[in-house]
């Protein structure tokens, strides 16, 4: 609901500004209840500041969402189209006057006793009806663990920075279990069924089953509670959030149950087949309404529902019509519960397998769905987009997005510029047609936070950004000053890491991969797009910068990153060097490189402990905090480390998929991985026996399995001071480094 304004008069009564219309009949006002959601969030960001701040809601402009600051009688008036454009104004002022950042990796709100000024008002639209965030990944990569306390930052976080379409997935297992159970399921049908709480992603996708369960009922509770809260405080803050529909996925035991029905399995990443309901049986339909029926009624509707279909899958046959029936059976049974129901679906498919999905197949699939019942996510649009190869998804509205991370993965990696100039060209684009939406689809987040800034920066605007101009602007702000040593380190990551490949997200480092003497493995990509010694001066700089921003919570994020970074792109080449030395036969300079190794591996951990954002402690901690019971607190806690590590059982082709660059990963984990290996190795050297890396490998997978099955302790307390630990990481390595052929 919004408030008139033509020749507008501001009154304010009871702590809410409402805008009136002269000699206009005002359209129905937002009550104190509707302003309430915007004020709490102004107190939990702002406490010792809130009541100097004001909101009042005005009309969106030509349909889309738009926000104005200004000073007003010592205070500041924050006015929106609704809960998130007010609080997107409170973040523009709180970054372009209070010099201030929030982040997921260290915050800067020192603001002082009297407000800046705004000198005259600032007025902003935004060009995007849809401001998307998540990815079904995130949900397991960053998020397995959170409890309401950490969601509600997530979601102030979002409201802050324009998110208006977030994907809602938490708590869906209760919907499951209800429809199933009405249809004659068991709870023994179901506990092969549901996966544990670290793979609910996929199973959800289709691409697995049981696999980490079986579930805990109290899970259910837990999370349905939980979604309850967090579509709420979405829902009042103006956010339009994205529920599942159902794609077909259906429990092992349904040819039991109904031996009629059309079946067809599926194989995924080396786990059992799961069972797949063909959308030409009645069923498809029925089970479809009764899943959209049944969550609607638990947690309401924004008409928006999220379906994938053929996830990372290959169709059994190409044939248009087949595609096509698929396509309307699954809108079909949205809309025969919700008659606005729109489909948001993901792209990945196209990208995926893009020599299954030609021009032929991708029409048959889309165009079964009316043009304004579809949404599409170009999921991976700063990299390899889709929208330019299929003619703007042939006439379907769709959404610009920034992928950026696979895996949770910790690297220093983004395409600045891309993500600073490419939304507005596209947006000026004639080709571009439809699009209609700016958005995030990480597989994870909680890392490289300039990234996300820098995307969030195009949702009020039309214009590509300056980059020289935002990172000075960004180092000031998030570190609470400005420092021309902070500005040069941003310039020099701007030109190394930040100008990255076309990739699948930032290069890994050899560590987290399963030991070997090639420079890559499988998910351990360590091509970069730099030459490691041209990141040197961004560290020299931030280490000058150090005793003027060692208290910033900001700065000590980035030098540790960017010190770990550094130390593991050296590891990288003493694995290299002891591999070149082995090949020769100089067994003496293949152990010192080796202990050399090591040595890295240790130091990285002991710098990396004393940062909370590298910690495997709080991981598993978060883990077994959610568990009730000590069976569920040990199945909990054997998920968060089956992900991390093997991803699935000991002969899972996932091994390492989403390696972890933290303390307590590096001491018990890849470290000693790798003494294993050079054990191996010098066994070999003695026996004068070729190395054999596959013997290896088979040797290692019952120690990784035994460690994912392990329940030894790991700190949830940092160790140590930050800045000093990187400083001696400087002075130990820099030169050596430097000299490096």
């Known amino acids: 609901m919004y408030l008139g304004l033509h020749l507008a008069k501001i009154i304010r009564f009871c702590g809410l500004l409402i805008v009136c219309s002269a000699g206009i009949a005002p359209i129905k006002a937002q009550s104190r209840q509707d302003a309430a959601p915007v004020y709490a969030l102004i107190k939990r960001v702002l406490p010792q500041h809130a009541q100097k701040f004001q909101v009042a809601y005005i009309p969106q402009q030509n349909g889309k969402d738009v926000f104005e600051v200004e000073s007003n009688h010592n205070k500041i008036l924050l006015r929106g189209s609704n809960g998130v454009s007010i609080t997107s104004a409170l973040n523009y002022y709180l970054k372009t006057y209070g010099h201030c ?54 979601i102030d976080w979002m409201a802050l920075n324009g998110i208006n379409m977030p994907l809602a997935v938490t708590g869906q297992n209760s919907i499951w279990q209800r429809v199933y159970k009405n249809l004659g399921f068991t709870n023994q049908d179901l506990d092969s069924f549901f996966s544990g709480p670290a793979y609910f992603n996929w199973f959800w996708m289709g691409n697995l089953d049981g696999w980490g369960g079986p579930l805990p009922q109290s ?76 969550e609607v009624k638990t947690y309401g509707t924004d008409h928006l529902y999220s379906a994938d279909t053929f996830n990372e899958n290959t169709p059994p046959t190409n044939d248009s019509l087949f595609l096509s029936n698929v396509s309307k059976k699954v809108y079909q049974s949205m809309a025969a519960a919700d008659a606005k129901a729109k489909w948001v679906m993901q792209g990945w498919l196209f990208l995926y397998e893009a020599k299954f999905w030609q021009p032929r197949q991708i029409k048959a699939l889309l165009n079964a769905v009316p043009d304004d019942r579809m949404i599409i996510l170009d999921l991976f649009s700063e990299n390899k987009p889709v929208w330019n190869r299929t003619e703007s998804y042939y006439g379907k509205t769709w959404i610009w997005c920034m992928l950026h991370n696979f895996g949770g993965n910790v690297s220093m990696y983004g395409r600045m510029n891309t993500v600073a100039h490419t939304p507005a060209e596209t947006l000026k684009n004639p080709l571009a047609k439809n699009l209609s939406g700016i958005g995030l689809t990480p597989e994870a987040i909680e890392q490289n936070p ?64 399963r030991p070997t003497f090639k420079p890559t493995t499988l998910w351990t990509n360590t091509k970069k797009a730099y030459r490691p010694k041209d990141l040197l001066p961004a560290w020299d700089d931030l280490i000058k910068a150090a005793p003027d921003l060692k208290n910033s919570t900001g700065f000590q994020y980035d030098l540790i990153d960017v010190t770990r970074q550094v130390m593991a792109n050296y590891a990288d080449t ?116 070729p190395v054999d890396e596959k013997v290896f490998g088979e040797q290692l997978k019952d120690w990784e399995w035994n460690w994912v099955n392990s329940h030894d302790q790991f700190s949830i307390q940092t160790q140590g001071d930050p800045v000093l630990l990187a400083t001696n990481m400087y002075n130990k390595y820099r030169n050596t480094i430097e000299n490096l052929p």
């Open 101 to 154: 950042n929030i982040s997921w990796n260290g915050t800067n709100l020192k603001l002082p006793a009297t407000l800046p000024v705004v000198p005259h008002k600032i007025r902003r639209t935004t060009p995007y009806n849809y401001r998307y965030y998540l990815n079904y990944c995130t949900f397991n990569y960053s998020m397995s663990w959170w409890d309401w306390d950490r969601w509600q930052k997530e």
């Open 219 to 294: 899970f259910f509770t837990q999370h349905e509670a939980l979604q309850k809260k967090i579509l709420a405080r979405e829902r009042s803050l103006g956010m339009q959030s994205v529920l599942p529909a159902f794609t077909g996925h259906v429990p092992p035991a349904f040819a039991k149950r109904f031996p009629e029905a059309k079946l067809k399995k599926t194989h995924w990443q080396g786990f059992p087949d799961v069972y797949i309901l063909d959308p030409s049986d009645p069923m498809f339909t029925t089970i479809g309404q009764k899943f959209i029926e049944e």
């Open 450 to 513: 300039v990234m996300y800034e820098l995307l969030l920066d195009n949702v009020w605007r039309s214009t590509p950004i300056d980059l020289p101009t935002w990172l000075n602007d960004y180092a000031t702000r998030r570190y609470g000053k400005p420092n021309k040593m902070a500005w040069h380190a941003w310039k020099t990551l701007s030109q190394t890491v930040y100008e990255g490949a076309i990739a699948s997200g930032g290069p890994e480092s050899i560590i987290t991969g």
């Open 574 to 689: 003493l694995q290299q060097n002891f591999a070149a030395a082995y090949a020769k036969g100089d067994y003496k300079a293949f152990n010192a490189s080796a202990a050399q190794f090591l040595t890295v591996i240790d130091d990285m951990n002991t710098l990396l402990s004393s940062h909370p954002d590298f910690l495997l402690g709080k991981w598993l901690s978060d883990a077994r905090k959610m568990g009730n019971t000590a069976d569920e607190k040990n199945l909990y806690e054997k998920n968060a480390r089956n992900l991390i590590t093997l991803w699935g059982d000991k002969n899972s082709p996932l091994h390492d998929y989403a390696c972890k660059q933290w303390a307590g990963m590096l001491s018990s984990f890849y470290k000693p991985r790798w003494q294993q290996f050079f054990t191996y190795v010098n066994q070999q050297i003695k026996k004068q026996q």
